[in-house]
């Protein structure tokens, strides 16, 4: 499957997104530390059904570092202004991790949205520190990608991520920190039909977290799978059939 790359600006930040697949729009956001492209099998799995926008977020992959930190909000009227200059409406949003918080606050502030996906997603206050979540990521790397991958190709995406992530670390940790320890606890006002997806198995976020995060949104479904953390993207069939049947769901 053929991805279109092209790059939208606002604000003096430059965005990398990829579209593929025809159909009703879909939005997905990445985790943090990664890019669109980690995605692929995914994303063109969904693109059999979906028009598949799919951003490098500001800070991470090809796209800018803003030049002071963004909090979710921030992200959210970020891409808000896409979705206006790409007059997309009726917009399926679907976050993975990181890219999850992203999703929800787009969700909560822009009506182009009309439904989400949460998949193993940040969203409510967490309850360890910056420092110990990131400690969670670094041990679910090592184990997801080794027990998953052949080593040459966890070889070959790690030196990818390190060439992605590393001239500026320093700038996207503040950024993730920041969003992090801003999360706020309310989402009770909430009205767009809700699929939250979480691995039984996740090491990073644990289900605990997750059962949280959909009693905190009224409209939420949630259906717990199995696997870890990053399961989205070694499973794209399983997970791309969550999410179209939740898409047909009236």
């Not at 990664?34 to 969904?46: M, N, P, R, S």
């Not at 030049?67 to 917009?91: G, M």
């Not at 969670?136 to 997801?144: L, P, T, Y």
């Amino acid at each position: 499957m053929e991805f279109e790359k092209s790059i939208f600006e606002y604000a003096g930040v430059k965005t990398v997104y990829y579209t593929v697949g025809e159909g009703t729009p879909l939005l997905f956001f990445h985790g943090g530390g990664g890019w669109a492209l980690v995605y692929k099998d995914t994303l063109e799995e969904l693109a059999k059904d979906f028009l598949v926008v799919a951003p490098d977020l500001p800070c991470f992959g090809e796209s800018d570092t803003p030049p002071e930190p963004w909090d979710f909000s921030d992200y959210a009227s970020y891409f808000s202004q896409i979705l206006k200059s790409l007059d997309l409406s009726n917009v399926l949003v679907v976050g993975h991790s990181f890219g999850g918080g992203v999703a929800l606050h787009l969700a909560s502030k822009s009506t182009r949205v009309k439904k989400m996906v949460l998949i193993d997603s940040l969203g409510i206050p967490l309850d360890c520190t910056f420092r110990e979540l990131l400690v969670r990521v670094v041990q679910d790397f090592a184990k997801s990608y080794e027990s998953v991958l052949e080593r040459e190709q966890t070889s070959d995406l790690l030196r990818a991520w390190f060439r992605k992530n590393a001239p500026d670390i320093f700038e996207k940790m503040k950024t993730a920190k920041k969003c992090v320890e801003s999360m706020h606890p309310d989402f009770g006002n909430f009205e767009k039909p809700t699929l939250v997806i979480w691995g039984k198995e996740d090491d990073v976020l644990p289900l605990s977290y997750g059962k949280k995060l959909a009693a905190s949104i009224p409209t939420a479904e949630l259906r717990v799978v199995s696997g870890k953390h990053k399961n989205c993207l070694f499973e794209p069939q399983k997970f791309a059939s969550h999410i179209r049947e939740f898409s047909s769901e009236t």
